[in-house]
Every structure is written in structure tokens, then in C-alpha cells.
Nanobody, 124 residues
Framework: QVQLVESGGGLVQTGDSLRLSCAAS??????VGWLRQGPGKEREFVAA????????KYDDSVKGRFTISRDNARNTVYLQMNSLKPEDPAVYYC???????????????????WGQGTQVTVSS
């Protein structure tokens, strides 16, 4: 049974940092991503990493501020979020694509497995 369990969300102030974690279990994946959904918004891509670690992708809105990484020994993917802005608050979801020769995906519909989400709130 596939499980993606997020942790690390919380309430911070503008300019602060947070690190989200996604503990993955149950099977291997081709890539793992972070997507977010703000109030009244569509779910959107934030960042993703191939499980091999040889490729990452970021949305332009987070480039230079967020860093995705993985620890294969712990089967965990991290999202380090620095310089948080008022537009960053959302529920952040960890999602994974099934194993295979699949590219990193941006579209939420491309992800096969999802975690329950973790709330990130940024106060000004």
C-alpha cells in the first residue's frame, strides 16, 4: 500500500523559512513532487524531483526560494522553503508518479499517488 505522509507545515511570518517532509513507502516511484492549493485556487505545481535525484523542476514563482531534495535512505523528499511570501500560503501536497520512464510532470493529473496535505500559513 502506497503511503505519502507530509509533515512540517505551520504558521510563519513573511520572510521566514519552513521545511516540509514527505515520507514515502509502499513502492518505488519515478518522481515525487510538491503541489499546493490555496484558498479558492486550483491545485498547482511547485517543485518535483526524480527519485534518482538527477533532475529537478520548479515553478517560476518559487525558483531561487524553494529547494527540493530527497534522502533515498530514508525514502523522504524535502521541500525547503525560504523567504516565504504572502502568496505562498496553501495546503501543500506531496505526490508521486508511478515507476517508469516518465518525465517530471507539472500537471496535477499526472500524479498517481497523493498525501493528505500539510497547511502552510504565512502572516505579514
Amino acid at each position: 500500500q502506497v503511503q505519502l505522509v507530509e509533515s512540517g507545515g505551520g504558521l510563519v511570518q513573511t520572510g521566514d523559512s519552513l521545511r516540509l517532509s514527505c515520507a514515502a513507502s509502499g513502492r518505488a516511484f519515478s518522481s515525487v513532487g510538491w503541489l499546493r492549493q490555496g484558498p479558492g485556487k486550483e491545485r498547482e505545481f511547485v517543485a518535483a524531483i526524480r527519485w534518482s535525484g538527477d533532475s529537478t523542476k520548479y515553478d517560476d514563482s518559487v525558483k531561487g526560494r524553494f529547494t527540493i531534495s530527497r534522502d533515498n535512505a530514508r525514502n523522504t523528499v524535502y521541500l525547503q522553503m525560504n523567504s516565504l511570501k504572502p502568496e505562498d500560503p496553501a495546503v501543500y501536497y506531496c505526490a508521486a508518479r508511478r515507476l517508469g520512464l516518465l518525465p517530471i510532470a507539472v500537471a496535477p493529473t499526472s500524479y498517481d499517488y497523493w498525501g493528505q496535505g500539510t497547511q502552510v500559513t504565512v502572516s505579514s
